[in-house]
């Protein structure tokens, strides 16, 4: 496992990592390093330490726990007609839920203006304007380059190709954004929290297209952009029929 300070949080965040020892063994990193990069979180806020855990033998270990009352995320589903969005603390825990309509076919200047404003009204009903907002994650129903958090050649998504909407949202709050594709977002999560054992998983979401997200060796798969884009894989019909995307015959126009 990777010892990076995202890696030590999650794993104070589920509970396997309680002590410094422990994430320790549990990172595969020296002692010395975990301490280390412990003391910077603690100094950021985002850990704490206190109490006193089971011994082994030795002293008893302090407990590591996560600073929920750090701040803030916010996770963001952008559809093709509806915008849904969650205010969660850094345990996990879903502080509010809302979902509101929208159109993706205004173009990504609006679209981005809109998410701003709503994202905003909801962190003010969540009651959290007191903590800080540290991040906003976005799923795109279209295919996403995560490296540089734009849309990239979209079938559905008129003006979007090529638009960097993480830049342009992080402009806009101030904060961190990551962009995914939601089919992707959807394989992960369900890998990560629902099936961990398993190696390989595939998540179908079907709603205006049908998507799939593919996890193959424990990892995500996004072949050249568009693995596991269902919607556009070629079936034989008596009369062809041009999918928006350009081609004939895709499964979903």
């Known amino acids: 496992m990777a010892g990076s300070a995202g890696d030590l949080v999650r794993l104070v965040a589920k509970g396997h990592g309680r002590s410094r020892a422990e994430l320790a063994r549990m990172s595969g990193m020296a ?9 910077e979180l603690i100094d950021a806020g985002l850990l ?10 030795g002293r008893r270990p302090r407990q590591l726990r996560l600073h929920e009352n750090a701040g803030v995320v916010v996770a963001v589903d ?3 007609h509806h ?9 996990g825990r879903v502080l509010l839920e809302r979902e509101l309509p929208g159109d993706i076919a205004e173009g990504p200047e609006r679209v981005s203006e809109r998410l701003v404003e709503h994202l905003r009204m909801t962190l003010r009903q969540a009651s ?22 734009k849309v990239v050649a979209p079938s559905r998504m008129p003006g979007w190709n090529e638009y960097p909407i993480g830049r342009r949202m992080s402009e806009l709050l101030g904060v961190r954004v990551v962009v995914e594709n939601d089919a ?20 179908v979401k079907a709603g205006t297209g049908i998507g799939c997200g593919i996890i193959a060796s424990g990892k995500l798969h996004r072949g050249r952009g568009a693995a596991g884009d269902i919607s556009h894989v070629p079936v034989h019909v008596p ?3 041009t999918c928006s995307c350009g081609h004939s015959d895709c499964l979903v126009e």
């Open 184 to 203: 992707n977002l959807m394989a992960v999560g369900e890998h990560r929290y629902g099936w961990p054992d398993r190696d390989n998983l595939m998540a």
């Open 239 to 241: 009369e062809p029929v």
């Open 31 to 39: 002692p010395s390093s975990v301490s280390l990069r412990v003391e």
């Open 48 to 57: 704490r330490e206190d109490g006193e855990g089971a011994s082994r033998g």
């Open 83 to 91: 915008v849904r969005m969650a205010v969660l603390d850094l345990g």
């Open 128 to 149: 959290v304007e007191q903590l800080p907002l540290l991040g906003v994650g976005i799923g795109m129903p279209g295919p996403v380059d995560p490296g540089a958090a």
């Open 78 to 80: 952008v559809g093709t």
